[in-house]
């Protein structure tokens, strides 16, 4: 009798597609968008920690187009206000826009354009989307709520100036972070909602060419 052979860079390891028991790829199938979060927040040193799984994400030329800001206390302000400013509100006299007070820690995703040869722009701003994925999986497996937040203001001057954005970076958005109730997490684990159907996503050259 022979035993199971042991996975190695050459022979993956291969998991049953429904039962998922590899701790990453539940992460990922369980990954869900968090509207409203709690009070509590990761560290600057725990987001630091987070960032070894984000890194390696993939990047062609490894040109790095990509960084982060966080966001919280008064800065929230200052965005309220460039946000404001962006879309020509204005407000009573110590009323604020309210949507940077949706989470204690906003986390702006920021994507470079680094003038490269062989990795167009497109490519890098696919690098860093990769990347704000990449930490939105780290910090729901670390056990917070996320939701990545854009708008059609996003990259408006006002905003653009309260980052200090350079002209070659494109703000990506901000990850609304906090903690989660433990009701959210149980109604996870009880949700009997299937995944979506992968043959929407995943086709053959031949496939395709049939359809044609």
Known sequence: MTTPEEPTAATPRRLDPVEFTDPVLTAMKNRRSVSKVGPETPTDAQLRDLLAAVTPV?????????????????????????????????????EINPKPFRAELLIAVIADHIEHPKVPQWEQHATAAGAAHLLELALWQAGWGVMWRTGPNANAEPIRRFHGLKDSELMMGWLYVGDVEPEFHERLTTSSRPPLDPDVFLDTKQGWSSRL
């Open 58 to 94: 993939a990047d062609h030329k490894a040109l790095r187009p990509w960084r982060l800001m966080t966001l919280r206390g008064d800065d929230r302000v200052g965005l309220a206000e460039a946000l404001d400013e962006a879309d020509g509100t204005v407000r009573p006299a110590g």
